[in-house]
């Protein structure tokens, strides 16, 4: 981890220039890890979950959109993704949610360390 009294303040722009580096300070203080490896655990997991609902998403997606008398059950809906699109089928909205991931757990990583401190102390 890298000192934090390397970090430029604004304190000849307005006086709180510290509020900066005070929030810096509790990004750290919190977790021994750095945040890198907190981004990273985020990302791998959500990408997992992602990954796994996925399918599940893509048959709920077509109950929603179409007429349900048109598959009178879930299997007959599951084979006939599979007749149109083959395998893929279930999982053509996975590049969407990956994509989505990253500013998830950017956002995530950044802001949990802060509202766990505030209300730990």
């Known amino acids: 981890m ?10 000849n722009h307005g006086g709180n220039g510290n509020h900066v580096s005070d929030m810096l300070l509790k990004l750290h203080r919190i977790r021994d890890e750095d945040w890198v490896i907190d ?9 997992i979950i992602s990954l796994i609902l996925t399918p599940v998403e893509a048959v709920k997606t077509v109950v929603m959109n179409s007429c349900y ?3 009178p059950s879930k299997t007959h809906l599951c084979l006939k993704i599979i ?3 083959g395998y893929r089928g279930f999982f053509l909205g996975l590049r969407p949610a ?14 949990y360390p802060l509202i766990a401190d505030y209300f730990i102390s």
């Open 69 to 71: 008398k048109k598959f």
């Open 2 to 11: 890298a000192p934090v009294a390397n970090i430029p303040t604004a304190t």
């Open 98 to 111: 990956l994509i989505a991931i990253l500013p998830h757990a950017i956002i995530a990583t950044l802001t």
């Open 83 to 85: 007749q149109l699109h």
């Open 39 to 47: 981004l990273m655990a985020m990302t791998i997991t959500s990408s």
